[in-house]
């Protein structure tokens, strides 16, 4: 299973913000940290914040903060909220499979998803910056 490009880059925001220790980098330097256009990063800050996972303040002194709520997050629900609630094939789309009605093959994909899904589900942010992957992390960032 393929997750989408902004998935990861929402996952990969608060890990970085995880390791952030009191420091509030800027949208623009977590994408520079990252490697990926700012406008992508925006995006995904934008939803995050919206979901009350970071705090995002502007001006001078301003930055991201990840809060307690992001710090705690799922990864398999952040997985789950954006990649939304789309099969893993497209069994409906401009042309609709022959076999839609009736077909063993979507249920034991959507079982599949769900698996993977649920494996997920106990791990959390802080979880994923544990060592080697914070120190990594912290490394990156300092070099942007
Ligand atoms: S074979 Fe089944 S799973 Fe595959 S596209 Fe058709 S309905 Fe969907």
């Known amino acids: 299973m393929r997750l989408l490009r902004s998935t990861d880059l929402a996952l990969r925001v608060l890990m970085r913000l995880a390791v952030a220790d009191g420091a509030t980098p ?4 977590v994408a ?4 990926v256009p700012y406008t992508h990063a925006a995006k995904v800050v934008a939803e995050l914040q919206h979901l009350g996972l970071l705090d995002a ?3 001078r002194g301003g930055g991201l ?3 307690e709520k ?12 954006f990649e939304g609630e ?10 609709p499979c022959p076999l839609n009605s009736g077909c ?23 979880d994923m910056v544990a060592s080697p992957t914070g120190p990594l992390l912290l490394d990156i960032s300092r070099a942007h």
């Open 26 to 29: 800027t949208t623009r330097e």
């Open 104 to 126: 063993r093959l979507r249920g034991a994909l959507r079982r599949a998803q769900e698996a993977f899904y649920a494996s997920l589900d106990p791990l959390t942010v802080t």
């Open 70 to 81: 992001g710090r705690t997050a799922s990864v398999g629900a952040v997985v789950r909220t």
């Open 86 to 95: 789309g099969d893993v094939v497209d069994c409906e789309g401009s042309t």
């Open 32 to 35: 520079d940290g990252m490697e």
């Open 57 to 59: 303040r502007r001006g």
């Open 65 to 67: 903060t990840l809060t």
